[in-house]
């Protein structure tokens, strides 16, 4: 490693591969997509941290790539999410009252899950107070924790794929589906926030692209349905578009696809960072998110 060298690393782990994003500041340096056997990895979770701690380790030793300061996501399988309004409380007492609120409104996640919150901005001239609250199981974190662990990597922050997905689209609304061969994220945008996101399993024991394919097109109307239904007031119109990222994407017939499924047209993402020639921000996308929470 360079002495003074600020180089940083977002790494994401898919079913078959580990991607790697070294960059510095707002500029990509480099970037490395890494095979792992299919074993290792199952819907996107890492099962073998130890094998996988040690893939990542050759990589990024045979490429000089910093061990500090990495940043990852993780599936948002299983993951839930509540708004929470609370009457005006003082500060002092917040954080008692939003505890005991999200064991009220989300029972059972403060045993199974890692709980996040974070207060909304003030509606009512402070007499009311909206509080995020995010629980995710633990499994989703651990293995990817335990694998850096293994490598010798220290991890500087975890978020879910879905937030970082949302960055590096930075639309006000939008749909977007992450395609990769064993799951699919989808991710509904509305005011610039994930107002939706569900991580889809291909149910198959040796998926392939074409099965993957096939379930994404399946599941996308429905989650889009879903969502018309659940939030009538935030409803999707049919000018919302659709942007395609992941392994699936590189499928230049999948948009297609898409569209005649849903009839919403799928654009390409206007990348907010400076991308080398051929980079492939398909496939990259979620780390690009990841490197945009530092520089934006």
Not at 29 to 58: D, F, H, K
Not at 224 to 237: E, M, P, Q, V
């Amino acid at each position: 490693m360079k002495l003074f060298d600020r180089s940083a690393m977002s790494f994401t782990i898919e079913s078959m591969t580990l991607r790697m994003l070294i960059y510095s500041g707002k500029k990509i340096e480099s970037w490395y997509s890494v095979p792992l056997p299919g074993n290792m990895v199952r819907e996107g979770l890492v099962v073998t941290p130890e094998a996988v701690g040690s893939i990542m380790e050759e990589a990024i030793r045979e490429n000089d790539i910093p061990k500090r300061g990495v940043i990852t996501a993780v599936p948002s399988s299983g993951s839930a999410t509540q708004t929470i309004n609370l009457p005006g409380v003082k500060k002092g007492g917040l954080k008692d009252m939003i505890s005991r609120e999200i064991k009220r409104a989300m029972p059972g996640s403060q045993d199974v899950d890692f709980v996040y919150w974070q207060v909304l901005p003030e509606n009512g001239g402070g007499k009311r107070q909206q509080v995020y609250a995010l629980a995710v199981p633990r499994s989703n974190v651990v293995g990817v924790v335990d694998a850096c662990r293994a490598c010798g990597v220290t991890l500087r922050g975890i978020e879910l794929k879905p937030f970082a997905m949302v960055r590096a689209v930075d639309c006000t609304e939008g749909i977007i589906v992450h395609g990769e061969v064993d799951s699919v994220e989808v991710v509904i945008v509305e005011k610039s926030f994930p107002a939706l996101f569900r991580c889809i399993p291909v149910k198959d024991a040796s998926p392939s692209a074409e099965e993957a394919a096939q379930n994404l097109l399946r599941e996308l109307p429905f989650t889009i349905d879903y969502y018309n239904r659940s939030y009538r007031d935030a409803k999707l119109t049919p000018e919302v578009p659709v942007y395609l990222s992941g392994e699936l994407a590189l499928d230049p017939k999948l948009a297609m696809d898409v569209t005649e499924t849903t009839g919403r047209e799928v654009i390409g993402v206007e990348p907010k960072v400076e991308c080398p020639p051929n980079f492939p921000l398909a496939q990259f996308l979620t780390n690009v998110g990841l490197m945009m929470r530092d520089n934006w």
